[in-house]
């Protein structure tokens, strides 16, 4: 077996993406991958780590298997529900406050340490690329884009408000009942008035 065949093949025991010391360690020289980098073959996801091009990528699944109570939030449920086009380059994920995560290397996450009372408000799923994920629904997401303003700047908010506004799904006495227990209902209403 060649180093080029060892190398697709070590990909294909780790689903896809592997650390540049799984191969170095098993004694293949890097030279081999930086070919399968130039045909491209392979990509860096970020430095150390490389994924087979053709490899469909979920990492919802493998953030399911680090952190299971996790719920998508913040940049990366408003990226799903597309209420706005900017693209988080890790993912958002809440976790109960006293909660122990080791998060691995890759896929990259940013945890938020929310309180138990908060925390399931607005829980929902979705099936992502065949995957059922945790993540908060429409209007939670909204109200945390409220909640959270002074972090995420006016930019940001009024995007995720005026594409929330726009949409047939939206459900304005969810948005109000989950801003009452967030303790935000008089902030979203001053921007409702404004912008509706």
Not at 22 to 50: A, C, D, P
Not at 54 to 75: A, R, T, W
Not at 124 to 140: A, G, H, P, T
């Amino acid at each position: 077996m060649t180093d080029r065949e060892k190398i697709l093949q070590l990909f294909e025991q780790k689903n896809g993406i592997i650390k540049l010391n799984e191969i170095t360690n098993r004694g293949i020289n890097k030279y081999h991958l930086s070919k399968l980098l130039k045909t491209g073959e392979v990509e860096k996801l970020k430095r150390g780590f490389y994924m087979l091009t053709n490899y469909q990528l979920n990492d919802y699944s493998e953030i399911s298997k680090y952190i299971p109570n996790g719920l998508i939030c913040l940049y990366s449920a408003w990226n799903y529900y597309n209420l706005t086009t900017y693209i988080p380059h890790e993912h958002h994920i809440a976790i109960e406050k006293k909660a122990k995560i080791r998060l691995p290397d890759y896929p990259s996450i940013k945890l938020y340490y929310w309180d138990k009372s908060v925390l399931n408000i607005g829980k929902s799923s979705v099936e992502i690329n065949n995957v059922l994920v945790n993540i908060y629904d429409l209007e939670k997401s909204v109200c945390d884009a409220v909640k959270f303003r002074n972090k995420i700047g006016k930019d940001l908010l009024n995007e995720v408000l005026n594409e929330y506004l726009k949409r047939s799904d939206k459900n304005i006495d969810k948005l109000i009942k989950y801003a009452k227990q967030l303790r935000i209902e008089r902030i979203l209403k001053n921007y409702l008035e404004v912008l509706l």
